[in-house]
């Protein structure tokens, strides 16, 4: 029967980012066993907070409540729910089937939405408590790369054709500039969550006014109580039946602006693979073709770069649905966020994860790089040649044109002949340069090419990255093993 049950799973459509990518910790955050145990615990919290205020709730009714706080009976839910088609109310009488003495007190005041949208927001705040280190571990391994490479002079690309030299290093930190916006656009939006509290039907607490007797003061007192159980610093002081869908837009736009930086990463790695300079970790039984066995393909960072268009792309859900929620609320947002609230986190969590594991093993190859620079620096060095000759007594406009014109002939060679540039070749064996020829090796020197590069490296690493990992120092250790 168990494998039957198992085989009738490979029946249905499972989702690849919960069945082949995310993490076990994101997977469970947005589980139905996180979601449903944290309504639990919230009525919990919302007994407690009555009883402590003075409403008529017993000692045996709460332990009764925190005693059958995680054994739901699944089915009985969804049976409920068949018959009376609303979610929350289903698992109001499931919790109470288990807790008779506690039935008449469970949800007393409350609207769904406090369950419901206090639930979404302990899930926001958990998931990006859950990327950040990850982030974070990203950063870290990227700036050890860039530590390392700093000096490492390389093709400087702009419209991705040769440019001014910069180093392996520096271009890393191009990257890590827009890796530590994000983490501090993350860290960010996780602060400014607010719980939703205490707030009655249609955000105005009525109902817990009733309940009280018209003290105002016990119903603050109350929403204050419920929001500091759940580790919320700060409630929003108004709300309509739900939070502000604001709120979600917020939260959202960080995670697709990392997708877009993870993107931009990944495409410049996958574009540097194409050049042989650098190349992602490859196993020693990985297959990169079934045709083609030679090929090294960047798998990893295609998969980064089809995750984040994903991940920008669910970006329109949270501004449509906050942009057509009519007055205090419509539920046309309900089913919409089932969907967009946890696949952003699940897709983030996934990106972070194989950038991760990019970013541990990323191969430089140096010859690879100075053959590419041997290739197109005696064009980028005709200034410092024209310099040099100035220097020894020679005419400027002479010089540049003598220059000028071996540059076309190699240029020639190299486009049609498709021949080594023998520029400087071509300057060696003309009789002008002959006071500069003992300085050519020093002129064509690439770190004199590459400026503040290394300095730059490290004055932003120092002063920009490490400062901001320093939180994260004790999850620094976890390493990423693929599966897929």
Known sequence: LASMEGADEFM????PLVSRYASKEMAYNFSDRKKFTTWRKLWIYLAKAEKALGLPITDEQIQEMESHEKDIDFAMAAEEERKLRHDVMAHVHTFAHCCPTAAPIIHLGATSCYVGDNTDLIMLRDGFDILLPKLARVIDRLAKFAEKNANLPTLGFTHYQPAQLTTVGKRACLWLQDLTMDMRNLQRARDDLRFRGVKGTTGTQASFLQLFQGDHEKVEELDRLVTEMAAFKKSYLVTGQTYSRKVDIDCLSTLASLGATVHKICTDIRLLANLKEIEEPFEKEQIGSSAMPYKRNPMRAERCCSLARHLLALMSDPLQTAAVQWLERTLDDSANRRISLPESFLTADIILSTLQNITEGLVVYPKVIE???RHELPFMATENIIMAM?????????????????????????????GDNDLLARVQRDPYFAPILGQLDAILDPKTFIGRAPQQVTRFLSEEVHPLLEPYRAKMDVKIELEL
């Open 12 to 15: 249905k459509y499972r989702s």
């Open 371 to 373: 053959r590419h620079i």
């Open 390 to 418: 100035v220097k020894a007594g020679g005419n400027r406009q002479d010089c540049h044109e003598k220059i000028r014109v071996l540059s076309q002939e190699a240029a020639a060679v190299v486009k049609q002949e498709g």
